[in-house]
């Protein structure tokens, strides 16, 4: 049996740190550590990006961590968290479902998920490709909890979260993706987190209230 080498190690263990991450958002009730394990998950995310880098000599993926280092681990949690206190967000996390559940459910995703990817990574021909289906699966975790929260800042993280797998999935498999491609999908991240920080406002203006159940209220208005 092959070992592997000490570079593909470490990316595993950094995907194993992700999906663990992802499952601690999933359960996470307070808005405040979802956000810190928002910037964690974007910190594992630009660590791995780096040593796939190095372990790869694919020069541009410095470029990537750099980038996923400022927007994922700085920036976007910096504007979170100065939202939730412009808007004065209680702290506790309105769930659809309850906890167990939703876990359960969560690990039913993450078990699609590795059968899903298998097929891919036998064809992906990078050293990463075994990270595919955790890749997949934590854009999975992300989409559930998107679907399992009333408010709307937590269905933000969700998102953004959704992207940070999105990108480790395209790292894994193919070593990233082009510069120019990276630049928009950032650019498009931090335009689409200010447009989303005046929508909160609105809501909030409108309802004194995130919860999204109130849009159901113009719905019916109509």
Same mark, same amino acid.
């Given at each position: 049996m092959t070992t @592997?080498? @000490?570079?593909? *190690? @470490?990316i595993n263990l950094l995907a194993a740190v992700l @999906? #663990? #991450?992802s499952f601690a958002m999933l359960a996470q009730r307070r808005v405040w550590s979802l956000i810190s394990l928002f910037a964690a998950q974007g910190l594992a995310l630009s660590v791995s990006t780096a040593i796939v880098a190095y372990g790869t000599r694919q020069p541009h993926l410095y470029w990537s961590a750099g #980038?996923? #280092?400022v927007l994922k681990v700085m920036l976007l949690p910096w504007l979170l968290r100065r939202l939730i206190r412009q808007l004065d967000v209680k702290w506790d996390v309105e769930g659809l479902i309850n906890i167990p559940t939703t876990m359960l459910i969560g690990i039913v995703l993450v078990v699609f998920s590795f059968n899903l990817a298998l097929p891919i990574a036998q064809l992906a021909s990078t050293v990463t490709r075994a990270t595919l289906g955790i890749a997949m699966a934590s854009v999975m975790l992300s989409c559930l909890m998107m679907i399992t929260r009333r408010k709307a800042i937590p269905q933000v993280v969700g998102f953004l979260s959704m992207e940070n797998g999105l990108f480790f999935a395209a790292t894994s498999a193919t070593y990233g993706m082009p510069m120019v491609v990276e630049l928009g999908i950032a650019l498009d991240v931090l335009v689409g987190m200010l447009i989303l920080g005046v929508?909160?406002? *609105?809501?909030?203006e409108q309802f004194d209230s995130l919860d999204l159940k109130h849009m159901e209220k113009l719905k019916e208005g109509e």
């Open positions: @592997l080498p @000490l570079y593909a *190690q @470490l @999906l #663990l #991450l #980038l996923t #280092l929508f909160f406002f *609105q809501i909030r």
